[in-house]
């Protein structure tokens, strides 16, 4: 199984970036979702996930309203559009896999892809 996260970079403030996170080796439309980040110093934590179907989408406070959690599961591909982008948005961001859920503990998840380095500077 392999997880692959691209899309990041350094963007101003209020600027925008997509994340993907192609997936293989698994029957990705039958795991639910999700993306994590880590900021240096920090533990990590979630962001987004969504359920198998697409239709059920869950979002952490900090990014409710700005960022969008979207997949193809003809494409074998979750996004991640994050908008308004903040500083406080530097981190390491982490596309993960769960075979029974989509939900906010990352220790339910069964695999996790390389991570993708989002820097927002002020």
């Known amino acids: 199984v392999q997880l692959q996260a691209s899309g990041g970079g350094l963007v101003q403030a209020g600027g925008s970036l997509r994340l993907s996170c192609g997936a293989s080796?698994?029957?990705?439309?039958?795991?639910?979702m999700g993306w994590f980040r880590q900021a240096p110093g920090k533990e990590r934590e979630f962001v987004a996930a969504?359920?198998?179907?697409?239709?059920?989408?869950y979002y952490s406070n900090s990014v409710r309203g700005r960022f969008t959690i979207s997949r193809d599961n003809a494409k074998n591909t979750v996004y991640l559009q994050m908008n308004s982008l903040k500083p406080e948005d530097t981190a390491v961001y982490y596309c993960?896999?769960?075979?029974w859920g989509s939900g906010y503990d990352g220790g339910e998840y069964d695999y996790w892809g390389q991570g993708t380095q989002v820097t927002v500077s002020s």
């Open positions: 993960a896999a769960d075979r």
């Open positions: 080796g698994l029957a990705f439309s039958i795991y639910g």
């Open positions: 969504i359920s198998r179907s697409g239709i059920n989408k």
